[in-house]
T-cell receptor
């Protein structure tokens, strides 16, 4: 059974049109991460939540926002997508007492 | 912050050969080192990990070694098979009051030829 679920799997948006990506988990993990991964590159951490405590990476653009309404769900909002934001967006979770991160299948974003 | 260097960027081997991927890290406080395998268009999947209190760990054809003094760790795959072809990422993290983030290496594309 899927443990970290991301929807949609593919998202096409227009330049400047806001888009929201979603992540849900059945693991009851208290830590959730959002990564951006461009072609042939490593995943790049955008931000993460430890419970409701939000932690933004210093180089994450202001264009990227996140919401975590409850333990199971986390959203990535891109307010004004640019062509350079086309990438795979990966959600990951971790139990507070563990080190292992579990990745979702990702959402591939295309910006036209 | 932490910096992880990974080599080589690409590695081609014949089926049945061994493959070795090496990583170095900069922060001596790092204490957890996972390796992820990512096939094209799929999610990264944890294949093996090691903690700083262990020097070596093995799981069937895969092994990881850690040298804390030199701050480097390596992934060893023996008897490679075509299905081992993928991009492999090493990572390092520091546990700090429950907050933990991974710093990834840039990845190694492994190609196993039949």
């Amino acid at each position: 059974d899927a443990m970290v679920i991301q929807n949609p799997r593919y998202q096409v948006t227009q330049f400047g049109k806001p888009v929201t990506l979603s992540c849900s988990q059945t693991l009851n993990h208290n830590v959730m991460y959002w990564y951006q991964q461009k072609s042939s590159q490593a995943p790049k951490l955008l931000f993460h939540y430890y419970d409701k405590d939000f932690n933004n990476e210093a180089d994450t653009p202001d264009n990227f926002q996140s919401r975590r309404p409850n333990t199971s769900f986390c959203f990535l909002d891109i307010r004004s997508p640019g062509l350079g934001d086309a990438a795979m967006y990966l959600c990951a979770t971790r139990g507070g007492g563990e080190e292992t991160q579990y990745f979702g299948p990702g959402t591939r974003l295309l910006v036209l | 912050g932490e910096n992880v260097e990974q080599h080589p960027s690409t590695l081609s081997v014949q089926e049945g050969d061994s493959a070795v991927i090496k990583c170095t890290y900069s922060d001596s406080a790092s204490n957890y080192f996972p390796w992820y395998k990512q096939e094209l268009g799929k999610r990264p999947q944890l294949i093996i990990d090691i903690r700083s209190n262990v020097g070596e760990k093995k799981d069937q054809r895969i092994a990881v070694t850690l040298n804390k003094t030199a701050k480097h760790f390596s992934l060893h795959i023996t008897e490679t098979q075509p299905e081992d072809s993928a991009v492999y990422f090493c990572a390092a993290s520091i546990r700090n009051s429950g907050y933990s983030t991974l710093t990834f290496g840039k990845g190694t594309m492994l190609l196993v030829s039949p």
